[in-house]
Structures are given as C-alpha cells and as structure tokens.
C-alpha cells in the first residue's frame, strides 16, 4: 500500500468514525453511506458515490452495472455495511470490485456494531 491510499484510508476511517459517533449502530445503510459522503466532503476528501460498473464479459455486457458504494480519489473503494456481522462474501465482493477497478486498497466498513474499530476491515491486492 502507497502513501496516498494509507493517508486516504486513514482520512476514510476518521470520518467514519465521525459518523458512527453521531449515528452509532442500527440504521439503514444509505444513512451511513450518505452520512460519510457528506463527512469526506466536509474533510475536503474526493469521492464518488453509487460507481456504475458495467458487467463485461469478453467483450460484451451480462447483467446489469455493479454498484459500488463509494470511490475515494479513484484509489480506494470502500464498501458499507449494517449487518449484524461481517461474512467472508463481503470480503469476496470488497475483492471482486478492487480488481474490477484496479484499486488495490480497499475498506469494508460495518456500522453496525458497538464500536467502529471492530467493524473495519482493511484489504490490500
């Protein structure tokens, strides 16, 4: 991992602990998500939300577009949750849509626990 995306990761988490003091746990996910968006901008952080990603398979388009939650600097995507825990399936979609990006950091993020450091999930290709 560069410096840029430690420096972003860090900026990422900070932020989303911003959010999760305010908020805590039990909420939809779009809260958060729109919550963190709006803390990254505050913060000064570029990042888009709700990244289209079409579905190509040798050439042609199968399925509809990927969704990823949030691009950070077009270096880091940083995947949301609320559930109760973390399955390894997020951990395969976070790694999934690193690759289909060519983004090799990565942030999975669960809201919905106690404390947000427990929640956090740092993944590096």
């Given at each position: ?44 952080v ?60 990565g ?19």
């Amino acid at each position: 991992m560069g410096m840029v995306e430690a420096e972003l990761t860090e900026q990422i988490i900070g932020a989303a602990i911003e959010v999760h003091k305010h908020w805590g746990p039990g909420l939809y996910e779009e809260i958060y998500e729109r919550s963190l968006c709006h803390e990254l901008r505050l913060r000064s952080v570029a990042s888009e939300t709700q990244v289209r990603l079409p579905l190509l398979y040798k050439g042609e388009r199968v399925g509809e577009d990927l969704r990823l939650d949030l691009v950070v600097h077009g270096k880091v995507v940083v995947e949301l949750k609320a559930v109760k825990e973390l399955e390894p399936i997020h951990e395969a979609q976070l790694l999934t849509y690193m690759k289909l990006t060519g983004c090799r950091v990565g942030l999975l993020i669960n809201f919905n626990v106690p404390v947000l450091k427990h929640g956090i999930k740092r993944m590096v290709l």
